[in-house]
């Protein structure tokens, strides 16, 4: 879903013949030649009334050999390499430099064999013919979970044979649809790529906290629940070509040509500031296809961020904030273009206008945006329901613990009265009434028996005699008509605690 975003609307780039062309196939083969031209040229002066076309008549010696070659004017005699066909300004097109450094199997040397200036030529040629016959069509990307609904459109080669896929992860909070598409040409190995978004993640314990947390059974480049995958960061032109490596794993005389740091991409794809730290990286490798030689260029945007955890306080328990770090990082607006061996950066004028043409429509984004704030709400409920039992449970176990003490404080100040005693009396044992026939002081055996039964015996001035309250408060209370409050806190009072009358202290009976 949100790898659909790395689109741009193409640059209106003609020649100085561009208002005589009538024929449509020309004109798409202009268009597709002299892009880069109008982004290097032109790129502050504003599309529509044939302003693009003025300036770059204006520019009409400093246009590229391609855009002359289309528009019909005479080449320039050094011919110079292709530009990124990405890049807001003119960069070269990934150069047989050091390979990069993926993982095993380490690439392979890039080969330095030179090429007659007549294979060269025709080379070239073939590339400005490619692009000279291919006529552009509208194609629409449906959402087939969605009644067929148009997602994007992007304009491909009509001949091209085409298909798109929007698969949805409804459990997938991290991202719910992934997107692809495959676009080729029938001909001959020429071919448009683009990819689903990868987004990875690590998470880092603090090591105070790392008792806590249960053995981790994910291994590297496991699928977590949310989507993503996990996996630690890695450098971004490393983790491109791990990319590489597993999107083509099977590919024959596999060698790695080149690299090239593109800082810009993300920003002449006009990406959305959601993806941090953005940083552009090609890599060109070869291969044989069908038993021929191709090469194929890799393009993507690579992010990284770190975010921590707030600060957590359930009960006697807590966390600082950032005990917990979690890294998301990955690519955005992958995508790769191939082509026979020799061709492809004369080609890329061509894979520019797709890369550019596709257009998201604004409908589709609105029940795409709906359906992840649906999944982020259920998602944040439920991480809100197990906070709010964690923290109900704290609060029984507090109270209980509360009940736990009040039972211990009683039982030790009902011990305590009982050693100071002077032992057990059994005169209630008797039955000739000769001991206390009146009832006189309280025994040991009585103060037992409030234990026991869990209450204080107070002396009681409503009744003049006593009364029995519940011991698991220290400090009870009367208002002579009968009423009484029980407190474990020794500076309750009634009222302190609201209550209105006059309350006197109760005192234990002796």
Known sequence: MKGLTLLLVVSAAASAQFAQAQDQQKLA?????C???????????QPGGGRIVACLKEHKDELSDQCKQAAGLAANTNNSSSPSPFSSSAQPSPSPSRAPAPPSPSPSKPAHATKSAPAATATSARADSANAENKFAERIIRDTEHDNMRAATIHLPEKWTYDSKIEWHYNWIEYPAGYSLHAENPDNAEAYFQYPLIRAEIV???PQYKRYMPPNKTKPGDRLST??????????????ALFIQKTRPDVANLKWIGQQELPDLGKALKLDAMWPSQHGVAIKISYDLDGKPVEEAFFGVYYITKVGTEAVSIGQNSMPAGALQQTNWGFVALQSMRAPAGTLDGLMP???VMAKSMIVNPEWTKLAKAIDDKMMADWNQKMKQGWDQLRAANAIMEQTMRDQKAFQDNFDKQEIAFRNSG??????????GSVNPDGGGRSASDHWSDLIRGVDTLNDPSTGGTTQLTNLGSNHFTDGFGNYRTYDDPNATPENQGENGSWTRMTTAQ
């Open 35 to 45: 892009t880069a031209d109008a982004q290097k040229l032109c790129a502050g002066v």
């Open 204 to 206: 880092d314990v603090a």
């Open 227 to 240: 989507g993503a995958i996990s996996l630690a960061p890695m450098p971004a032109m490393k983790a491109l």
């Open 423 to 432: 032992g057990i009396n059994d005169d209630f044992l008797r039955s000739d």
């Open 350 to 352: 061509m894979f520019c």
């Open 29 to 33: 083969a202009i268009r597709a030649a």
